[in-house]
């Protein structure tokens, strides 16, 4: 099971944390990853982490201003979204990949969470 949090309210240019805590399968195995859907589009990719958290992917669009990370020890995938824009406004959603690598198939998806950019 994957629960996502930390959407909300935004003002451009500004911060936000999304965090997903993972349960069932021993989270340190998988690889993980962030989509997100807006309104009226098709869920795109955003950023995946290999299981180790070693390595990192990022789509072009959120390279330089977002963050994927992991923390192991605590079942918990991150996602730091820097320097935002209206245009990330969307329901994210975490992924569990079916490896511990981010190049197959998603498993598991989570609820999703809003983040909402104003400008």
């Known amino acids: 099971q994957l629960q996502a949090s930390g959407g909300g309210l935004v003002q451009a240019g500004g911060s936000l944390r999304l965090s997903c805590a993972a349960s069932?399968?021993?989270?340190?195995?998988?690889?993980m990853g962030w989509f997100r859907q807006a309104p009226g589009k098709e869920r795109e990719f955003v950023a995946a982490?290999?299981?180790?958290?070693?390595?990192?992917y990022y789509a072009n669009s959120v390279k330089g201003r977002f963050t994927i990370a992991r923390d192991n020890a605590k079942n918990t995938l991150y996602l730091q979204m820097n320097t935002v824009s209206p245009e990330d406004t969307a329901l994210y959603y975490c992924a569990q990949y079916h490896s511990g690598s981010y190049a197959g198939s998603v498993d598991y998806w989570g609820q999703g969470t809003l983040v909402t950019v104003s400008s």
């Open positions: 069932g399968r021993t989270f340190s195995n998988y690889g």
């Open positions: 982490i290999t299981s180790t958290g070693y390595m990192s």
